[in-house]
């Protein structure tokens, strides 16, 4: 689960590329533990504090991704320096297909999500969200980073 890469949002093209690898959706799900998720910094970045306990269950994708689209990801979210890849447990809302990977709405998967413990002390005091989307009520529009390095 990456806030910015699900549906309809900023960074989605990244996971449909193959050339980063192969990626197949496979559910949408929330995780069973609360987590905040907190929208910060001045490009208005979706950061899902690794602060289990806190906040709300958070709502994403899953998907069934090979190593190459894994290392690609891991790479992009600058993992593990400013995210770590936990596993967490995550309650299926909707399964897709009728393939081997189809998931069972109500059913528990284990999957791997992006979060953080790098993050300013603020932040906790921040609004959390159920769910990240770009152009949310919010009225914090995301915006890619194009300082150079």
């Known amino acids: 689960m990456a806030c910015?890469?699900?549906?309809?949002q900023p960074n989605h093209s990244i996971i449909n590329?193959?050339?980063?690898g192969q990626a197949e959706f496979l559910a949408h799900a929330r995780t069973v533990q609360q987590y905040?998720?907190?929208?910060?910094?001045?490009?208005?970045?979706?950061f899902l504090l690794n602060v289990p306990g806190?906040?709300?269950r958070v709502r994403g994708e899953i998907?069934?991704?090979?190593?190459k689209m894994l290392d690609?990801?891991?790479?992009?979210?600058?993992?593990?320096e400013l995210y770590q890849r936990i596993k967490v447990q995550l309650e299926v809302q909707d399964g897709d297909g009728e393939g081997e990977n189809t998931l069972k709405p109500g059913s528990f998967e284990e999957a791997f999500m992006y979060s953080t413990d790098t993050y300013e002390p603020e932040w906790l005091q921040k609004p959390?969200?159920?769910?990240?989307?770009t152009n949310g009520v919010h009225g914090l529009q995301y915006h890619e980073d194009t300082s150079p390095e």
């Open 54 to 56: 806190t906040g709300q």
């Open 36 to 46: 905040p998720l907190v929208i910060a910094t001045s490009n208005n970045y979706p």
């Open 63 to 67: 998907y069934c991704v090979d190593q």
């Open 4 to 8: 910015t890469l699900k549906k309809g």
């Open 17 to 20: 590329n193959t050339a980063n």
């Open 128 to 133: 959390t969200y159920e769910s990240y989307d």
């Open 72 to 80: 690609f990801l891991d790479k992009f979210e600058e993992c593990p």
